[in-house]
């Protein structure tokens, strides 16, 4: 394989550089926290100040090059990822306003009040503060994620501001997790430990994100991630690991619903753990079917104190918001060219959404998927499917991605799917602080010019940003 060249990473960095990127990082983030809190003027919803991307943008590059020159050899990742994160505990929410819809659901909760019946703007100050999208809605999420979020209001006492940095907590804990699950994934499915903490959590975006972004995704991840490594657990005659698994996907979707989608991924790495002492169609069903009902059941249990009231009609729907999904764009040309009312745009384009998810995920299967007779390629189909949800879902943002990074690393896919791989994480590190002040698609086009130029130099010298592999990642050993 070529040596990369020089402007893309700095050679036989000793121990003393690796320490310079890291506090070349640390003043990015800085960066990034002056350039928002100098533009703040109250706390209610307003595009950014025109001068605020030329400030944060170049914070987030350079966190991103600090994050590329300290490269997956560097052996303090998790301390670096602690020093990165240290000052975005203390900050407001970054280039996302989720935070404050979750500081409003926990006051609803400490008040007393439904979350799944009283408006978001009724819920004193944060109420005020959730956007103009969210505002007359109802919350969208599990009853799980609603008892956390009273929780976390209850021990601030409700105040804003301390609510925010304990909003944050949940996140850290979900890093600490990931710190603890990928290396032993990494080490049982033969990849490099380092690379898969590199990729996967010191990595702006899941710093940037999880942390400064506050998003519940980040509970969400690590159980998910946690649920994968405990379904390689064959003891108990093999039966122990699809337990455990379920109950973790379970507690995983009762923060978010969007975790059933690692469902997927979990019975597909359960079966190739098992194979080929297990073996039939019959068997594949059992390692389906039993953690997909410790799944269900563990959710509906979490539920059972507040019910499914985020399926009601008036819970917010993410397609009101135009994001980075190609049908989110579809859905504002319907609505503002009047086209449809808007709830009808807003239903037709989901369902079409839906449709081509199932649509989507059923193909991978077929391609990727485990069968009676193999296992296929679990990881690829893992992240295959994740990354059909975010593409063809009504939503997309910028934190999605932190559902794939964790993950990736697991794959072993050829040179050009790394290509891809960094070109991404270029893009969505870059994409928020533009987000900020202009529309997501335009930001998208100014992205393009970046991602374009590293996709061309990286092809020209034949440039793989990870190990190259020509197979999926399989089971080395078991887990008992």
Not at 82 to 97: G, I, M, Q
Not at 185 to 202: N, T
Not at 300 to 314: E, I, M, V
Not at 363 to 374: A, H, K, N, Y
Request: overall charge positive.
């Amino acid at each position: 394989m070529p040596r990369p060249s020089s402007w893309l990473r700095v050679q036989g960095a000793t121990s003393a550089r690796g320490w310079w990127w890291v506090l070349v990082g640390l003043a990015a983030v800085g960066l990034i926290l002056a350039g928002q809190l100098a533009d703040t003027h109250g706390l209610l919803e307003r595009h950014a100040s025109w001068w605020r991307p030329f400030v944060t943008l170049p914070g987030h590059a350079v966190l991103l090059l600090a994050w590329w020159q300290l490269g997956p050899g560097w052996r303090r990742p998790l301390t670096t990822a602690a020093l990165w994160s240290l000052p975005l505990l203390f900050t407001l929410p970054l280039h996302s306003r989720d935070a404050y819809a979750y500081a409003a659901t926990g006051w609803q909760v400490a008040h007393g009040l439904d979350p799944y019946v009283t408006a978001l703007g009724a819920a004193g100050q944060a109420g005020l503060l959730v956007g103009l999208h969210w505002y007359d809605t109802t919350s969208v999420y599990p009853a799980l994620s609603l008892e956390l979020f009273g929780l976390i209001s209850r021990l601030t006492g409700g105040d804003l501001y301390w609510t925010l940095v304990a909003l944050r907590l949940p996140s850290v804990l979900a890093l600490v997790i990931l710190a603890f699950v990928l290396p032993r994934l990494a080490r049982h499915f033969g990849v490099d430990p380092a690379v898969a903490l590199w990729a996967g959590v010191l990595n702006p975006i899941m710093l940037i994100q999880l942390i400064g972004g506050v998003h519940n995704d980040a509970l969400m991840v690590a159980l998910g991630a946690a649920a994968m490594l405990a379904v390689l657990d064959l003891g108990w005659s093999g039966w122990r690991g699809l337990v455990t698994s379920g109950v973790l996907l379970g507690l995983a979707m009762g923060l978010k619903q969007s975790a059933a989608l690692f469902g997927l991924g979990v019975v597909a790495l359960g079966w190739a753990a098992r194979h080929p002492a297990w073996k039939g169609w019959g068997r594949l069903a059992v390692t389906a079917v039993l953690p997909g009902a410790v799944t269900v059941a563990t959710f509906l249990l979490t539920s059972a104190s507040r019910g499914l009231g985020w399926r009601n009609p008036t819970a917010g729907n993410p397609i009101e918001a135009t994001s980075n999904a190609p049908f989110s764009w579809v859905a504002s040309f319907l609505r503002y060219n009047e086209v449809f009312s808007f709830p009808v745009a807003n239903a037709l384009v989901g369902a079409v959404s839906t449709v081509c998810i199932a649509l989507a995920v059923v193909l991978l299967w077929v391609r990727f998927g485990p069968r009676g007779d193999s296992v296929g390629a679990p990881w690829r189909f893992t992240l295959a499917v994740l990354t059909a949800a975010c593409v063809l879902a009504p939503a997309l943002q910028p934190w999605y991605l932190t559902w794939l990074l964790p993950l990736y690393a697991f794959a072993g896919l050829p040179a050009r799917w790394h290509r891809v791989w960094l070109v991404c994480v270029l893009a969505f590190s870059l994409l928020p602080a533009l987000q900020d002040k202009i529309a997501p698609y335009w930001a998208m086009f100014v992205v393009a010019v970046p991602a374009v130029v590293l996709w061309r130099a990286m092809t020209v010298s034949g440039y793989s940003p990870l190990p190259e592999s020509d197979g999926d990642r399989l089971p080395r050993g078991t887990l008992v």
